[in-house]
C-alpha cells in the first residue's frame, strides 16, 4: 500500500523512451525549442537523415521501435510556440488545448522540470497535460477530478484557471480542488480542501476518473489516452524550489490507486 505520493513514483514502467527528429529542415532554434522542453528529463532527442520523403518529423522510439509520430509543426503550434501566460489568461480554449502523440506516448517516463527563471519552457509541458486531463473530464462530463493548487487563490486570480474549471464542473464532473487556503472561498461549484501539510504545499496532480464504466483498456499502447471517457492522471512534487519531479499516466488502474488514495490520504 503506497504511503505517500512519492511512493507511486515506484509503480510507473519508466520506459525508455527517446525523441528523434528525422530529416530535420527546420533551424537551429526550432530544435532549441523542443530541447528546451524537455531539458530536464530523461527523454533523449537525436536528429537522423532517413531516405523518407518526409521531413521535421518527430518520432518516439523504444528499443528500435518507432512508437508515435508527430510533425515539428504540430509540436510548435501546441506546446512550442505557447507562452504559459495563454493558459492563465484563458486565450487558449480547453478545446482547442492538443497532446501530440509523441508527448502522449512519454507516460510513465520520470521527468524533473525547472520554472521560471530557470527554464521559460519546461513548467510549460505541466501545464499542457494538466489541461489536457481536465479537457477529458469536461468531454466526458462525469466522474470525479482532483487538483491540487498550491494556492487555492488561483482559482480566482487566474482567469483562464477559473473558466477551466467552471466548465468542468458545469459539465457534471465532481470537482474537487486541493491547496492552501489563501481565500475565504470561491465562487466556483467545487468542492475545496485545504490544509497546509506537505501535499498542499508542494504537490501538483490532477487526476480524473471517468464513471463507472469508461474506458477500462483505453491505455494499452502508445497514442492512447487522452479521450473521453479516459483515466488520466498528473502528479508532481516540489522537492526543491521551483523544480518539480513528475509523470504523468493513463493506465486505469494506477489512475484509480491514485484518486483513491488522495481522496482517502490527502
Sequence with gaps: MTDSLRGFFDDIEAPDRSLVVLNRESPDPVRGLLDSLLEGGSVEIHDLDTPEPEADIVALVE????????????????????????????????????????????????????????????????????????????????????????????LDDERGTHEVYESVSGAGVDVHVYGVGDIDGTTLPVTVHTGTSYPYRRSWFVVFTPPEGGREGAATGVGDGGAPGDYAALVALEDEPNVWDGFWTFRPELVSRIERYIAEQV
Design 63 to 154: 528499443d528500435g521501435e518507432v512508437l508515435a509520430r508527430s510533425t515539428l509543426d504540430e509540436l510548435l503550434e501546441s506546446v512550442l510556440l505557447i507562452n504559459s501566460d495563454l493558459y492563465k489568461t484563458g486565450t487558449i480554449d480547453l478545446d482547442e488545448v492538443v497532446l501530440p502523440d509523441v508527448l502522449r506516448g512519454l507516460d510513465e517516463v520520470p521527468f524533473r522540470v525547472r520554472g521560471y527563471p530557470a527554464s521559460n519552457k519546461e513548467k510549460l509541458l505541466l501545464i499542457v497535460i494538466s489541461r489536457v486531463i481536465e479537457r477529458i473530464a469536461a468531454e466526458t462530463g462525469g466522474g470525479t477530478l482532483r487538483a491540487s493548487f498550491q494556492r487555492l487563490s488561483r
